[in-house]
Nanobody, 125 residues
Framework: QVQLVESGGGSVQAGGSLRLSCAAS????????VSWFRQAPGKEREGVAV???????IYADSVKGRFTISRDNALNILYLQMNSLKPEDTAMYYC???????????????????WGQGTQVTVSS
């Protein structure tokens, strides 16, 4: 069973930065696609960034140039560095792990089987 635990959320002003972390059970990141999703109140959960086994990242258009996904395989930690935060980035952020042959390693929710409990990010204007 894969376990994912997020941390690092908080409240910041627009233009600020936060770094989210996701600690996973051993070998998760070498076996699965791993990603960050977010969900704002009243909205659907959306993919933010994914990193595949060769460390190639994919970003949602809304965060390109501002967010960076990375991972430390030795420590089994996934990161999301968020810079130039905007009020519209306010959401609960989740890390996820999974694999789906049809969708590959992408921001499609159907790829992901395992989810963390989430960490809240609030950006004020």
């Amino acid at each position: 069973q894969v376990q994912l635990v997020e941390s690092g959320g908080g409240s910041v002003q627009a233009g600020g930065s936060l770094r989210l972390s996701c600690a996973a059970s051993a070998n998760t990141y070498s076996h699965y696609c791993v990603s960050w999703f977010r969900q704002a109140p009243g909205k659907e959960r959306e993919g933010v960034a994914v990193i595949n086994n060769d460390d190639t990242p994919i970003y949602a258009d809304s965060v390109k140039g501002r967010f960076t996904i990375s991972r430390d395989n030795a420590l089994n930690i996934l990161y999301l560095q968020m810079n130039s935060l905007k009020p519209e980035d306010t959401a609960m952020y989740y890390c996820a792990a999974g694999w789906n042959r049809k969708y590959g390693c992408s921001l499609n929710r159907n790829v992901y089987t395992f989810w963390g409990q989430g960490t809240q990010v609030t950006v004020s204007s």
